[in-house]
């Protein structure tokens, strides 16, 4: 079983920037395909971005483009989200996730890292 752990959430004020990481448990796991979400309290959760294939093919939620920026380290099997430019309501729990099934669907999740934006 493969879990993900993510870092690097906390408090920020708007304007700012958080970096956010994400490891697997287990250092023989492998993916291509990694993904971010976000659930704000008392909705759904919801895409943020992806980096899925062996050419990094970038995916982005509308409301984040130009701000966010997915990358991976291969080598480390990381998976990181530099969040520039932070707004209230980029608060949430953010999750990451490895190994897509289908565009939004994966197979392994983590257990997700707050992120808190001060007005």
């Known amino acids: 079983q493969v879990q993900l752990v993510e870092s690097g959430g906390g408090l920020v004020q708007a304007g700012g920037s958080l970096r956010l990481s994400c490891a697997a448990s287990?250092?023989?796991?492998?993916?291509?395909?990694w993904g971010w979400f976000r659930q704000a309290p008392g909705k759904v959760r919801v895409f943020v971005a992806a980096i899925t294939g062996s050419g990094g093919s970038l995916d982005y939620a509308d409301s984040v483009k130009g701000r966010f920026t997915i990358s991976r380290d291969n080598a480390k099997n990381m998976v990181y989200l530099q969040m520039n430019s932070l707004k209230p309501e980029d608060t949430a729990v953010y999750y990451c996730?490895?190994?897509?099934?289908?565009?939004?669907?994966?197979?392994?999740w983590g257990q997700g890292t707050q992120v808190t934006v001060s007005s």
């Open positions: 996730a490895a190994t897509i099934l289908r565009r939004f669907e994966y197979l392994y």
């Open positions: 287990r250092s023989t796991f492998s993916s291509n395909s």
